[in-house]
């Protein structure tokens, strides 16, 4: 058994199981029993592979996820936002906010946000200061006139629930990602698990505006027949990739991850310009559809982006 990667998938259930119970209680002992290892061997082997305490990434991750809802789910109210992503009290909510981002959570709503953001959402809640002089306001509210998009390309079309297998990333969006899809990729090549029907998607899993690089995550999905999961595949090796109805805009060219920035304009267009006005509300992490080519003259793997994607339903 390669241990390593055995711990490495042991801590990132740890961490997915943190993101689908972020409003419960998640004491150090809990945590560990997702593990499987004990507390003692649990938080050492976490702060190895993340870098940080399980407690402080608990709270990094609450904060983090509250500044995304405080953006874009502006009729939450502070109050439920801060209960949504864990925080007992609006006071510690309030206090632990300012002392991470420098600034309230209701300044971040009106526009703090905007310091670390490249443009503004247009369904956010706008304080006088951050409000665009009307000449301005008024150039933006072109439906048309989007810098990095062309709208003709944007399509609405319903991906399917998948059993996958998922390789992870820890870090940076511009380097290291294709080395993750080359390892999972060849995981699954070697046991007849790639076919003319398998899809490899990508989910970024942070918002690379609030979370600092170092701590971004990246999942590496390849879909696979259930047929073939149930017949040859361990459970603890599969996993599972949530379908559904997601709005896609697929490039003329697919995308290196080195060019993440103009990724994340695409994704900031989608966010901030396309989202308000097209009647729907997004739901979870944007994923990337991607494109895996083996060089023939090597065992060497380039991954691209070909189409980027957010999971939505209507408002």
Same mark, same amino acid.
């Given at each position: ?57 608990? &709270? ?25 992503? $864990? ?65 003709? &390309? ?12 998922? $390789?992870?990333?820890? $870090?940076?969006?511009?380097? $290291? ?48 027949? &259930? ?22 805009? %697929? ?50 793997? %380039? ?9 939505? %339903?209507?408002?």
């Amino acid at each position: 058994m390669n241990v390593e990667r055995e711990q490495r998938k042991q801590i990132f259930r740890v961490l997915e199981y943190i993101e689908e119970h972020v409003e419960d209680s998640l004491p150090l002992e809990k945590l560990a029993g997702i593990s499987t290892y004990s507390p003692f061997h649990f938080q050492r082997i976490f702060k190895s592979i993340v870098g940080e305490t399980p407690a402080a990434y608990v &709270k990094r991750f609450r904060l983090e996820n509250a500044a995304h809802r405080l953006i874009y789910e502006t009729y939450i109210p502070i109050t439920q936002v801060a209960m949504l992503c $864990g925080f007992s009290s609006l006071s510690y909510f309030t206090y632990s906010f300012q002392s991470y981002f420098k600034t309230s959570p209701k300044n971040w709503r009106e526009g703090a946000y905007l310091q670390q953001f490249p443009r503004e959402y247009e369904d956010s809640k706008k304080s006088k200061q951050v409000r665009k002089p009307s000449k301005e306001k008024e150039d933006n509210a072109i439906y048309n006139e989007f810098k990095w998009l062309d709208l003709s &390309k944007i399509k609405i079309e319903t991906f399917p629930n998948s059993t996958t297998i998922k $390789g992870h990333h820890f $870090g940076t969006y511009t380097s $290291g990602v294709s080395e993750a899809w080359e390892e999972v990729h060849k995981w699954c090549e070697s046991r007849n698990l790639i076919d003319s029907h398998t899809l490899f998607l990508g989910v970024p899993r942070n918002n690379p505006y609030i979370t600092p690089p170092d701590k971004c995550r990246y999942d590496c999905h390849i879909t696979i027949s &259930k047929t073939i999961a149930a017949d040859s595949i361990a459970s603890d090796d599969r996993s599972k990739f949530v379908g559904g109805k997601h709005v896609v805009y %697929e490039f003329d060219e697919p995308v290196d991850y080195s060019e993440r920035n103009l990724i994340i304009d695409c994704y900031s267009e989608l966010y901030s310009y396309w989202l308000p006005r097209s009647g729907f509300k997004y739901l979870s992490n944007p994923v990337e559809v991607i494109e895996i080519q083996q060089d023939g003259d090597t065992l060497k793997r %380039e991954s691209k982006i070909k189409a980027i994607a957010l999971a939505i %339903e209507p408002k």
